[in-house]
């Protein structure tokens, strides 16, 4: 599982007070506490600054000072991204994200990093309804990004993860979704921010830590996640002995050991 710590995120109250403050303590300890729980990647967003390319700038040096975490530029404004990358030195990254209409100039922006891309399965007519649906648009995306020259295993298909408290199918669709794409081609990457499922509901782990096994079977292998949680951190562990990727459990044994 290729985690993406989710903590370095503006839509977070106490984050975004750090961004905007310039509280260098407190983000360093974000960056830190992420890649010793062990992510791979820091999220890292923005939007919700006083100033989005400033401060994505001031994250983005915390975070390659203090870790050796790869980044993911995740921004609703494409020329925030194609700034920042530019500052991004001797990491592996991942640009979040393009849709099947929108966006398509960061597929080139990806080319010339050798980035990672995420990309989501829908329209300018919204989300998808159906798996078989999201199916056919991650088809799609893989033929607009594979004209483009981006090997497939460099593509970061979403899944799609709504909440479950406004749609009592959301987890099943998304189950659903990950199978179908992960059955058409076995090297894509299927990604999504898990914690939305939860997105209103009480104890909200509860939810989040329930639907991590789900989504690693049906072929999820990367995540944007609180990897601060003991919780979610033990049942990744779990699920992977689970879905067979864990050899003898050996994984699992040594982290409780």
Known sequence: MIILGEKLNSSIPSTLEAINSKNDE??????K????????????????ADDELEAMLYVLKLAQD??????????????????????????????????LDER???????????????????TEDGIPETPEERLENAKKLVEIVSAKGIEIDKL???IIVE????????????????????????????????????FGLPKRVNINTAFIPAL???????????????RTQDMIAASKALCGIDEYCMEYIERFR
């Not at 398509?104 to 829908?122: C, M, N, Q, S």
Request: a negative charge; charged letters at 20%; one cysteine or more.
């Open 163 to 198: 909440a479950l408290a406004v749609n009592g199918e959301a987890g099943k669709r998304a189950i659903e979704t990950a199978r179908l794409i992960r059955n058409e081609f076995p090297e894509v990457h299927l990604t999504c921010g898990l914690s939305n499922i939860s």
């Open 26 to 31: 407190y983000i360093i300890s974000l960056c």
């Open 104 to 122: 398509h100039e960061l597929i080139d922006t990806a080319k010339e990093y050798g980035a990672g891309l995420v990309a989501l399965p829908l």
């Open 66 to 99: 203090n870790t050796e975490c790869g980044i993911m530029l995740d921004s609703p404004n494409v020329e925030v991204v194609k700034e920042a990358i530019k500052h991004i030195k001797g990491r592996s990254i991942i640009i979040n994200s393009i849709t």
């Open 33 to 48: 506490k992420q890649e010793e729980c062990g992510a791979h990647y820091l999220d890292i967003n923005t939007a919700l």
């Open 156 to 158: 970061y298909i979403d």
């Open 216 to 230: 690693m079977c049906a072929g999820v292998d990367s995540a944007i996640i609180d990897i601060t949680s003991e």
